[in-house]
């Protein structure tokens, strides 16, 4: 679990996690698209990510892809979240969301 | 050949030979899998059902068998009338040992265009891979909350 959070701790690393959200199974091409990040910087990051579960790799002919790996960050909710406590912070999130929207 | 819509990776303290009977085994996963069991002889052609409660929720055909290394079926969901529609979906569990632990890696992928069956799925598998990494490594499975929509 030390590598999860390690992994997470990290704005560039996060935001990596959040294209690949929005989009799953991106070539390291498809991921420096649009970034201010050097490409050795990516790779350094997605190995981090990769050592941490956080991501998975799969060989699609000769690309590499990279896809989000949400089982870690699911193992965490399941250590400190209560099975009743689910719905509640479903709906506080949510209203946290609108809220926020409409500062906007 | 498009490329996978999910790849999940999960590494459990146990053998190979351990996962692979917590996968096909139909008592054993009803125990972790929230309920769902699977019944099948796993032989390649065979069918594949996953039930809860007495009900089909997915068909199944196995495609590759190989124990305890691979395998593949294919996935349809039968309790809605618009998933029961769809083209087949394909799963795939590849085992490897890793250093004391196996790395579970689950493809899942060919989903027809606008699948109502992919959004329903996507939430499930973490939930399971958790579940099946719980009940290995402390003999416990996590709790089901029925909240949760899901019967991957």
Redesign the interface.
Known sequence: MDDVFKALADESRRSLLDRLHAR??QTLNDLCDGLDMSRQAVTKHLAILETA?LI???K??REK?H?L???P???IG?RWIK?FD??KLVALGELKRQLEKRDE | MSKPEFVYTTFIKTTPEKLWHALTDKEFTESYWFGCSLTSDWKVGSRMHMDRGGKVMNECVILESDPPRRLSYSWLTVFDEEMKKERPSRVTFVLEPSSGAVKLTVTHEGFAEGSKTLPSISGGWPMVLSSLKSILETGQPLAFDKTCDAEA
């Open positions: 799953n199974g579960n998975a790799t799969l699609h002919g892809l896809y790996n949400p089982v960050i699911h193992e399941e099975k689910r719905a």
